[in-house]
């Protein structure tokens, strides 16, 4: 069974970082793609960063542009967000998602296994 699970939340300041990890298991890496979106109160799920062995990274968001960064370390299964200068618009639950496959998608709906998020809040 597909599992993901995300961590390294909390409470920063504008101008702060953070990194977030997506721990995967039942899977070997370089199956899915593996990608992180963020769902702001009132506002739809939207795909931030991906990763994936035929795309590499793909960037949804140009707002996280030069500020977020996608990495994966294929021995532990885990990919990582690292967010740096955070913004209060940034604050968001952030989810990790895996597809199956060698290819990206920023569409949520093609995406077949979730975490269970991770609350980001970014204070001015």
């Known amino acids: 069974e597909v599992q993901l699970m995300e961590s390294g939340g909390g409470s920063v300041q504008a101008g702060g970082s953070l990194r977030l990890s997506c721990a995967g298991s039942?899977?070997?890496?370089?199956?899915?793609?593996i990608a992180w979106f963020r769902q702001a109160p009132g506002k739809e799920r939207e795909g931030i960063l991906c990763i994936s062995t035929a795309h590499g990274i793909r960037n949804y968001d140009e707002s996280v542009k030069g500020r977020f960064t996608i990495s994966s370390d294929n021995a532990k299964n885990t990919v990582y967000l690292e967010m740096s200068s955070l913004k209060p618009e940034d604050t968001a639950v952030y989810y990790c998602?895996?597809?199956?496959?060698?290819?990206?998608?920023?569409?949520?709906?093609?995406?077949?296994?979730w975490g269970q998020g991770t609350q980001v809040t970014v204070s001015s």
């Open positions: 998602a895996a597809l199956w496959g060698e290819y990206c998608s920023s569409l949520t709906y093609q995406y077949n296994h």
């Open positions: 039942g899977f070997t890496s370089g199956e899915y793609a």
